[in-house]
């Protein structure tokens, strides 16, 4: 039912529309079934170089909701080309935790963006 992306340490999303009148962007993300012996997924949320926030990702897909300041709405808007999202997550190692085939560092899950 979902499709979705690991993030790495920093991943980037491209904003390709957002107005001057934008006000909230919503991201959903899961840990991806994080084991308790690794640090929790936290993430912090930039848009356009500016830090929105930092959100703790639980089990399961939810929404994650920061505000957009109107000032960062406009300059955004007014920048043209498409405005960079980006996350700054803690990863972990399924082989160096579990022990398994898979070496990749893993962030969080992501499924979709929304800019309102």
């Not at 107005?19 to 848009?47: C, F, K």
């Given at each position: 039912?979902?499709t979705?992306?690991w993030?790495?340490p920093?991943?980037?999303?491209?904003?390709?529309?957002i107005?001057?009148?934008s006000?909230?962007?919503?991201?959903?993300m899961s840990?991806?079934g994080?084991?308790?012996?690794?640090?929790?997924?936290?993430?912090?949320?930039?848009?356009?170089?500016?830090?929105l926030?930092?959100?703790?990702?639980?089990?399961?897909f939810?929404?994650?909701?920061?505000?957009?300041?109107?000032d960062?709405?406009?300059r955004?808007?007014?920048?043209?080309?498409?405005?960079?999202?980006?996350?700054?997550?803690?990863?972990?190692?399924?082989?160096?935790?579990?022990?398994?085939?898979?070496?990749?560092?893993?962030?969080?899950?992501?499924?979709?963006?929304?800019?309102?």
């Amino acid at each position: 039912d979902r499709t979705f992306r690991w993030t790495r340490p920093t991943s980037y999303i491209s904003i390709t529309v957002i107005q001057s009148t934008s006000h909230e962007v919503t991201v959903w993300m899961s840990n991806g079934g994080r084991p308790p012996s690794v640090d929790p997924a936290d993430v912090a949320i930039y848009l356009h170089n500016q830090r929105l926030g930092t959100v703790r990702v639980g089990d399961g897909f939810a929404p994650y909701t920061l505000a957009i300041p109107p000032d960062l709405a406009a300059r955004a808007a007014a920048f043209g080309d498409p405005v960079e999202l980006k996350l700054v997550t803690s990863v972990w190692n399924p082989h160096k935790v579990l022990g398994t085939p898979d070496d990749r560092d893993l962030g969080v899950m992501v499924d979709r963006v929304t800019v309102r």
